[in-house]
């Protein structure tokens, strides 16, 4: 079983930046396809990032893409996401989520996909 526990979140301005972390135990890391998933109060879960196991590949929903980055560092066991020119709108709980699996492109933003989940992680961006 993997246990993930996300944090960084917190409260920030729009335009502000915040690093979210994401560390996994239970099993190997570098095995682990590696996610980030968002809900914003009203609405439902959302895709917004992964990376493979290797982290040489990564995708991207299109809300975040140029402003959110996905990375990983399998000596710590730990996923990050850089966020940068925040918005009122990527306000939402993000959680974190690992599969021993392989997916690309639209695959990766299938929540049934991924196999665990992280309890997440409140990020508000005020106006």
């Known amino acids: 079983q993997v246990q993930l526990v996300e944090s960084g979140g917190g409260l920030v301005q729009a335009g502000g930046s915040l690093r979210l972390s994401c560390a996994a135990s239970?099993?190997?890391?570098?095995?682990?396809?590696m996610g980030w998933f968002r809900r914003a109060p009203g609405k439902e879960r959302e895709f917004v990032a992964a990376i493979s196991w290797s982290g040489s590949s990564t995708y991207y929903a299109g809300s975040v893409k140029g402003r959110f980055t996905i990375s990983r560092d399998n000596a710590k066991n730990t996923v990050y996401l850089q966020m940068n020119s925040l918005k009122p709108e990527d306000t939402a709980v993000y959680h974190c989520?690992?599969?021993?699996?392989?997916?690309?492109?639209?695959?990766?933003?299938?929540?049934?996909?991924?196999?665990?989940w992280g309890q997440g992680t409140q990020v508000t961006v005020s106006s």
């Open positions: 239970g099993r190997t890391f570098s095995s682990l396809t």
């Open positions: 989520a690992a599969d021993p699996d392989y997916c690309s492109g639209y695959g990766c933003s299938k929540i049934n996909w991924w196999d665990h």
